[in-house]
């Protein structure tokens, strides 16, 4: 089995600690160590490290090194601009041999947590072992919701697909992003919807012949790579084709279009640590607070404060607040819109305060 680890993003919504320089990816949210660090340690345990890739921009390639100093520098597959998860798929292809193209393959995103590592590992093992023999289905697993978030997507279980031990495997429904409370409260109720945790398992020959049906003009320029690759001005010939890519979601491109999805439901402790809310949460639980930095507080209640300039921030009679502090920004939010903190992003963007990003 090869691993993907998908670590290009820009986080916007962990904005403003998550920059464009250095996105949540590379940030030490948990602790000692980054999201990506904690990502690359948890799945050692699945392939060797031969086996292992890590697709980012190529501006972040020292940020890789210096955090994963004795992973395989040519194991780091460098996009020369952000176009998506098809088209980073399609990009990694190239590094693959044609009997790797029928193997499984492992994606997993660099800013998610896990708690439960065991099911984990078993999940993503017995995982492996399905699409070895269900090559034409594509493998998603659904985390069991805890609660009606709107800020996830949810996956609709179907009908039982196979069962392999005590895993039961079913053909995906539907999928719906993001719903809204009323809907997200139903879908909790019924017991038959999950979260979309944002892991895949398939057979990169599969997607292949995806893209090339529904994403065609990306399979032309796949084309064009595939055929270059390896060459002494391939770098030149990806920095010219890559960027006429069509920025299209894996979700939306692929997955909804095809009808052989097949989910895995798992309860392996899964959180995408997407906003700050969700940050919160997976720090102290729901209620507590979250202090890191110089602060004082009076009857504040439900508050993730979260300082790394020396600065002290101070409340008094707050609850359900977002504070961050950097040494060029402030920012404040109620805790229920933490989701919106990327339109805030697009915002600074569009008035040209690109320094803040």
């Not at 919807?193 to 090339?212: M, Y």
């Not at 300082?307 to 977002?322: D, E, F, R, Y």
């Not at 963007?349 to 803040?356: A, D, M, P, R, V």
């Amino acid at each position: 089995m090869k691993i993907l680890i998908l670590a290009g993003g820009k986080g916007a919504r962990l904005w403003p600690i998550s920059r464009r320089f250095k996105p949540k990816q590379f940030q030490k949210f948990l602790g000692e160590k980054s999201l990506l660090e904690m990502t690359f340690e948890r799945i050692l345990p699945l392939a060797e490290k031969k086996d292992i890739f890590i697709a980012t921009n190529e501006f972040f390639l020292e940020e890789v090194k210096k955090q994963l100093p004795n992973f395989p520098i040519k194991n780091i597959i460098l996009e020369p601009a952000a176009r998506e998860r098809v088209a980073a798929f399609l990009l990694f292809f190239c590094y693959l041999s044609k009997k790797e193209m029928e193997k499984p393959l492992a994606v997993f995103p660099a800013d998610h947590l896990i708690k439960n590592q065991n099911e984990f590992l078993e999940s993503i093992r017995i995982g492996s072992e399905f699409i070895e023999k269900n090559p034409e289905c594509i493998l998603l697993f659904g985390e069991k919701p805890k609660e009606p978030d709107v800020g996830l997507g949810y996956i609709k279980k179907g009908k039982l697909f196979k069962k392999i031990g005590k895993y039961s495997f079913f053909k995906v429904d539907y999928f719906k992003e993001k719903p809204n409370l009323e809907r997200a409260r139903k879908f909790l109720k019924s017991k038959n919807f999950f979260w979309n945790s944002g892991i895949f398992i398939f057979q990169p020959k599969l997607i292949e012949k995806l893209v090339k049906k529904f994403v065609p003009d990306n399979w032309r320029i796949y084309q064009i790579l595939r055929k270059n690759f390896g060459k002494k001005n391939f770098k030149e010939i990806l920095k010219k084709e890559y960027l006429k890519m069509d920025i299209v979601s894996f979700d939306y491109s692929i997955l909804e279009n095809y009808l052989r999805n097949v989910v895995l439901p798992v309860d392996f402790g899964w959180s995408d640590i997407g906003s700050w809310s969700v940050l919160k949460k997976a720090l102290v639980g729901k209620g507590n607070n979250f202090i890191k930095g110089n602060f004082l507080g009076i009857d504040s209640k439900d508050i993730l404060v979260y300082g790394v300039s020396p600065q002290l921030v101070a409340t008094c009679g707050v609850k359900n607040l977002i504070v961050v502090v950097t040494d060029d920004i402030v920012f404040i939010c109620p805790k229920n819109k933490s989701q919106d903190v990327k339109k805030l992003v697009e915002k600074i963007e569009k008035e040209g305060k690109k320094e803040f990003l």
